[in-house]
């Protein structure tokens, strides 16, 4: 049979794969004798008792253990000896978690090394298969043949569906009445929004209602099902109907029950604390929820895919993963590739440093200090994924950094950057290829192309190509052939290169994360030092020739010249500055836009800029950093008013009217406190009110009565809970401290009428003026001025103006 590969699940009896393959635009089931194993190593003694006690028959049995041999592996990226290991098959891979957590409590949590324990066993099956998730093969019975062909997305069939619930708490849970279930039906590559919807209530009958469903699925056959939170609440609460109503319902392809296999939990990110969810997959058809997948959000369906296809990645477990996971599975998937064993719990230290080498080296990258105020036809040039390129072009992985083979020249006459493609990188290589001598390993030899890195006692080797380099080369250059593809902000090629945009994020950070198992620190700070090295270049070189650099941060510059005044001349030398710093740091400088007007804001804690707040307009598109209106917690009516602050400004721009004239300032003033007298008049929707807040703790846990815990006790007494990761959505009330549930009204008490409340006018008055400062400050505006609505001249700016902040408005 022949066809792509679409999803594989463990079979029914633990030892076997289903594969679902779709061919002649249907999906077929192909089942796969298939075991997997565990690897541990420890000393010869030590594995040959864990292989005695492995024999007994109750321990065979209790933990499904199949086969046991002795091998010899690659243990570690930096190690190419290989070592004795015992490998443990599994007569049913659903054990594999259990015995290896016996066999580390047996050897004291020290004595044993355990490998190959958590991989995803769909990534180790199309591994081991040579296979890859949409890739076209063969299947002739016993084994996949994989064609050579670039990669086409199949036009599955998608059904969404909708579901709607009646609870008197208001909150939806399983103890909700459901009410009806819509469903729209189209084929992946349709891009019509106009679908009509259709409905099936509730009221008909639980059963007649499930035999409904059940008849509409068979009908349209989908091979994809959308949900807004089918694993929380909708596919469990299905097939508790139809345990109890209709017993043939079934969404799978197969005969099978809808099953949770991961329960939810809560995780912690970056700072952030985030639910996961439960995790429901569906065999036969891809269940995808939109409310847990980040990745769908940013990338779309063709995204995911993308990325099943990178990490060979069940898709359904893609699409609940983070973009950092991801790039922990493909990294797992190179190493496994290499023969590199893959360890299930990270075992590397940090290297030691004295007080003064981890001052020098644990510095992020570089900022300057912007200078606040508003500057016009000013140029944004952007690195494309400078810290994923550094890592490629550098060579800089776990094992190259600091190798024993090599010894970098402090004074080389030529720098010589390991190409960004993946071939031209592969060729690189080969022509450098380690000299296997006697000396190998012994007595580091010179070499011009190991690379010393900028102000740190670290070198990146020149004879080997890094295990990191080959994980995010070919990314990058997949993600820069689909954007020279895309036509248009949100097609279809900007959604596939969006999604592994987030991987080329995140695969920064997992360089030093704590428990990344390829992760060192060291990496990490090689990559930052070079970032701060190629500002400096760069700003450096811009200034020799002329341009004045207004800000810059990490990965991009803002530049102008004032005494260029054509703006085509002025964008094309910029693309030619960009183009010679992108040949000589061997990174892409890429043009991102001219700025018709730019805001830097000040600090609101001292007189300095504020590093990464701005707000800029220029080839008719709005881009704002760090202000009210792009984060996700403000209230739609905050928002509003600093949208209708912008396009004030857009529309004087349009007009050539000088935006430091005070009179399109005043035009903003006037706005501003126009909507607060509608604030105080209560003329605003209560809904455009709604402040969201992410909940990090339990209610027993806060030690302080902020308007979170006031939300999250209003839930609590309303017969609900807000968990820790979960945000909570509320209006901002005229309430009592001595009561804070008080204070608050959640989002769905909106809707009821016998609710009585004051929205709390000099709360969102405050948040007003933060909002409209944002805008106004870069202009020079306090918020005492704001609030009385007129410029307030020192004396000392009447006797000498600021020449810096004229110098802004001119320019």
């Not at 079979?11 to 249907?26: A, E, K, L, N, T």
């Not at 945000?727 to 549930?741: D, I, M, T, W």
């Not at 918020?783 to 000392?796: H, M, P």
Request: hydrophobic share 35%.
């Amino acid at each position: 049979m022949k066809g792509q590969i679409i999803d594989v699940q463990l079979g029914d009896d633990g030892q076997s794969m289903d594969v679902w393959m779709y061919s002649d635009h249907r999906m077929h089931r192909v089942v796969v004798p298939w075991r997997t194993c565990i690897h541990v190593h420890s000393e010869k003694s030590r594995l040959v008792k864990l292989a005695d006690w492995l024999q007994f028959q109750e321990i065979r049995e209790a933990f499904s253990v199949g086969r046991l041999r002795k091998i010899r592996s690659r243990l570690s990226l930096d190690a190419f000896e290989q070592h004795d290991v015992l490998e443990i098959e599994f007569t049913d891979s659903r054990k594999i978690r259990r015995l290896a957590q016996h066999i580390e409590a047996k050897g004291e949590y020290h004595h044993y090394t355990l490998y190959s324990v958590d991989a995803h066993l769909a990534q180790r099956f199309f591994i081991e298969h040579g296979i890859a998730p949409f890739q076209s093969v063969v299947w002739d019975g016993s084994r996949f043949i994989s064609e050579k062909r670039p990669t086409e997305w199949p036009n599955l069939r998608i059904m969404e569906l909708r579901f709607s619930y009646q609870s008197p708490k208001g909150f939806e849970d399983m103890s909700s009445e459901l009410c009806w279930i819509e469903y729209q039906c189209r084929d992946l590559m349709e891009l019509s929004n106009n679908l009509a919807w259709k409905r099936i209530n509730y009221d008909i009958g639980p059963a007649k209602f499930l035999h409904t469903l059940h008849a509409c699925i068979q009908h349209y056959d989908p091979d994809v099902i959308l949900t807004k939170g089918g694993d929380r609440q909708h596919l469990t609460y299905l097939q508790l109907l139809s345990d109890r109503y209709h017993p043939d319902f079934n969404l799978h392809r197969k005969t099978a029950k809808i099953k949770i296999r991961s329960n939810q939990r809560v995780v912690q990110s970056y700072g952030q604390v985030i639910r996961k969810e439960n995790y429901v997959p569906l065999h036969g058809r891809l269940h995808i929820d939109l409310k847990s997948s980040f990745i769908v959000k940013e990338g779309g369906l063709l995204g995911l895919f993308e990325l099943a296809h990178h990490s060979r990645q069940s898709t359904q477990d893609i699409s609940r993963l983070s973009p950092g996971s991801v790039i922990s599975a493909i990294q797992m998937r190179v190493a496994m590739e290499d023969g590199v064993l893959v360890p299930w719990k990270k075992n590397r230290p940090e290297d030691t440093k004295t007080a003064w080498e981890l001052m020098i080296s644990d510095r992020g990258g570089l900022y300057l200090d912007s200078q606040p105020g508003v500057y016009t036809n000013v140029i944004e040039l952007d690195f494309a994924s400078l810290f994923p390129s550094i890592i490629a072009t550098r060579n800089i992985s776990p094992e190259t950094l600091n190798c024993s083979c090599c010894q970098a020249h402090k004074q080389s006459s030529k720098t010589q950057f390991v190409p960004l493609n993946p071939d031209d990188a592969d060729l690189y290589f080969r022509k450098k290829k380690r000299n296997q001598g006697f000396s190998l390993g012994v007595f580091p030899q010179a070499n011009e192309t190991a690379q010393l890195v900028p102000g740190l006692a670290l070198h990146t080797c020149g004879r080997i190509h890094g295990f990191l380099g080959r994980v995010v080369a070919p990314i990058i250059e997949r993600r820069t052939q689909l954007k020279q593809k895309r036509q248009s902000k949100g097609d279809i090629f900007d959604q596939q290169q969006n999604a592994l945009k987030w991987l080329l994020v995140t695969c920064f950070g997992y360089t030093g994360y704590k428990n990344a198992r390829f992760g060192r620190i060291e990496a990490h700070e090689a990559i930052c030092a070079w970032a701060r090295e190629i500002l400096l270049q760069t700003i450096a070189m811009a200034e020799e020739d002329g341009w004045q650099v207004r800000h810059a941060i990490v990965d991009c510059v803002w530049i102008d010249n004032p005494s260029i005044t054509d703006a085509d001349v002025k964008r094309n030398l910029a693309k030619d500055f960009a183009r010679r710093v992108s040949d000589k740091i061997g990174i892409p400088l890429e043009y991102e836009a001219m700025y018709d007007f730019i805001g830097f804001l000040p600090s609101r804690m001292h007189d300095a800029g504020s590093l990464t707040k701005y707000w800029a307009y220029g080839e008719g598109e709005l881009k704002l950093r760090g202000i009210e209106a792009r984060q996700h917690s403000t209230c739609d009516w905050i928002s509003s008013i600093q949208s209708h602050a912008f396009e004030l400004l857009v529309e004087a721009k349009k007009q050539h009217l000088p935006l430091h004239d005070l009179k399109i300032q005043q035009r903003i003033i006037s706005m501003f406190h126009t909507s607060l007298k509608a604030l105080e008049r209560h003329e605003v929707e209560p809904s455009t009110l709604i402040i969201s807040r992410r909940v990090t703790k339990t209610l027993e846990q806060f030690s302080v009565l902020t308007l979170t815990y006031a939300s999250v006790l209003r839930a609590q007494q309303l017969g609900h809970s807000i968990n820790p990761g979960e945000k909570a959505r509320f209006v901002v009330v005229s309430g009592s401290k001595q009561h804070p549930h008080t204070r608050v009204i959640l989002e769905h008490e909106l809707h009821d009428s016998s609710i009585r409340f004051r929205v709390d006018v000099r709360y969102y008055r405050r948040l007003a003026l933060r909002a409209i400062w944002a805008i106004l400050a870069p202009f020079g505006w306090s918020e005492e001025e704001i609030k009385s609505g007129r410029r307030i001249i020192t004396l000392d700016q009447f006797i000498q103006p600021n020449p810096k902040r004229v110098e802004n408005h001119q320019n």
